[in-house]
């Protein structure tokens, strides 16, 4: 099967969110939200724009991409002719590429779609690694374990094993049920351009956001009815942000499904946070 390698996609590129932001409000959620799943399939993803579509690839390999159009968004993947598709979803008629047109209120079946993305994402690493050499006489062969779904705790959030990086928060992310995926991945892309160079990491089934030598200024949990931004130095931000605290210097900022997110402001508590000494696990806050 063709390979389509792009040797300048990276880890995180800025340009892709800067597309998604100026889709229209409703494609440009969702486009956001199925990009995020493809993100945070693996540590080895990465991204670049490519022929103006946000594309994901296993190191330089591309294996998916999304495209919005006037009335619907196209979900594609390079090697979609040799998935199992049990569900229908796949159009195309190519050689190796199909996709999938998701409609805003005719959506497909999220499961069978985020099946898909994981499906492209597993054939196109295997297409990367390197082929055993052949098993001798009687050997057994190892069995590789599916990777286990996300367990999800109380409130929806999802549990995400503590570990330092962008991988772990983009799978938090990847993890959100519902309408919370969106908005969390909405969040991570608002961190990422205020506060260039952002630390992340995923602590007690929460990503922190810090800046290297301050410690963390933010973090995000899910809750059934909410998102929830804490500002560990809220009260120190002009105008600091609605949610009062009982622990000392502490901010919260919930959003709920439908609510709209006031960008500008979202921004300036995310830089003003970022300059202020951060805290740091184990010390009062």
């Known amino acids: 099967m063709r390979v389509m390698r792009f040797p300048d996609a990276v880890a995180r590129a800025p340009a892709i969110d800067d597309w998604l932001d100026a889709r229209p409000a409703a494609l440009g959620a969702a ?15 990465r991204e670049l724009m490519h022929d103006g579509a946000p594309t994901a690839c296993v190191d330089d390999a591309a ?13 594609g993947l390079f090697n979609g002719a040799v998935l199992p598709d049990p569900a229908g979803l796949l159009e195309g008629t190519g050689k190796f590429m199909r996709h999938v047109k998701v409609r805003p209120g005719a959506e497909p079946p999220p499961a069978a779609l985020r099946a898909l ?30 990777r286990a779904p996300v367990v999800l705790l109380a409130g929806g959030n999802p549990q995400i094993a503590m570990a330092d990086g962008d991988a772990p928060v983009r799978a938090y992310v990847a993890a959100l049920p519902g309408w919370k995926r969106a908005v969390g991945a909405r969040v991570d892309a608002l961190v990422a351009r205020s506060v260039p160079g952002v630390r992340r990491a995923v602590k007690w089934n929460s990503p922190l956001y810090g800046v290297d030598g301050q410690s963390w200024f933010l973090s995000v949990h899910a809750f059934t009815r909410f998102l929830r ?24 900022l919930d959003l709920h499904e439908g609510q709209a997110i006031d960008e500008a402001q979202l921004t300036a508590w995310l830089r003003q946070a970022a300059a202020q000494p951060g805290w740091t696990p184990g010390r009062p806050a």
């Open 229 to 252: 931004l804490t500002f560990f130095r809220g009260t120190s931000l002009t105008p600091p942000p609605p949610g009062a605290s009982k622990v000392a210097g502490t901010r919260y």
């Open 117 to 146: 993305i994981v499906a492209a994402y597993r054939d196109m690493r295997a297409r990367q690694a390197p082929r055993p050499a052949p098993a001798r006489s009687g050997a057994k062969k190892a069995a590789r374990a599916p």
């Open 31 to 45: 486009a956001r939200s199925w990009f995020e799943a493809m993100r945070g399939c693996g540590d080895d993803v």
């Open 63 to 75: 294996f998916g991409y999304v495209a919005v159009f006037r009335a619907h968004l196209n979900v």
